[in-house]
C-alpha cells in the first residue's frame, strides 16, 4: 500500500529532512521494510516491530557508516542476543582484536544507537503517530 510521509526539515544535519511513520501488518512486515530500503544512500532509519504472543519482536538501525543493524526483541523489549553470537565475541576478545565490552556493545546496537541519538532528539516536536501494532 503506498505511504504519505510528512517530511520536515531535520535540524541535526543541514539540508536533510525526517519523517516517522507508524504502520500495522503482519509479523515480519519489519524485514521487508528494512530491506527496501537497505540500499538508499545517505539515509538513516530505525523500524521497530512489536512481539506478540507468537512472535517475537524485531528492531532495524540503519545509517550510512555503520550500515544495518538488525536485533530480536522479547516481549518486554529487551534484545535477545543468541548464545553462538556471544561465544564468538568472547572468542574474538581472547584472541585480541577486540574487548568483551566493545563486542557486546555491538551485538546490542551501541554505535547505531550513539550514532542515531542526536538525530531522534532533534526530532522532538515533530508529528508522530504511534501506533506499533502487528497482527
Known amino acids: 500500500m503506498p505511504v504519505d510521509l510528512e517530511w520536515t526539515p531535520q535540524p541535526a544535519q543541514a539540508g536533510t529532512y525526517r519523517a516517522e511513520f507508524s504502520w500495522t501488518g503482519d509479523a515480519g512486515t519489519a524485514v521487508a521494510i528494512a530491506s527496501a530500503l537497505r540500499g538508499w544512500d545517505h539515509l538513516r532509519f530505525e523500524i521497530?516491530?512489536?512481539?506478540?504472543?507468537?512472535?517475537?519482536?524485531?528492531?532495524?538501525?540503519?545509517?550510512?557508516?555503520?550500515?544495518?543493524?538488525?536485533a530480536v526483541t522479547g516481549l518486554h523489549g529487551d534484545i535477545m542476543i543468541p548464545e553462538d553470537r556471544l561465544k564468538a565475541a568472547v572468542v574474538k576478545a581472547a584472541?585480541?582484536?577486540?574487548?568483551?565490552?566493545?563486542?557486546?556493545?555491538?551485538?546490542?546496537?551501541?554505535?547505531?544507537?550513539?550514532?542515531?541519538?542526536?538525530?531522534?532528539h532533534a526530532g522532538e516536536g515533530a508529528p508522530v503517530r504511534w501506533l506499533h501494532q502487528v497482527v
Open 48 to 70: 521497530t516491530e512489536e512481539p506478540t504472543a507468537s512472535t517475537e519482536g524485531a528492531r532495524f538501525s540503519s545509517t550510512p557508516g555503520l550500515g544495518i543493524f538488525h
Open 95 to 120: 584472541l585480541g582484536d577486540t574487548t568483551v565490552l566493545i563486542e557486546i556493545d555491538k551485538l546490542l546496537g551501541k554505535p547505531w544507537d550513539d550514532e542515531l541519538e542526536t538525530f531522534r
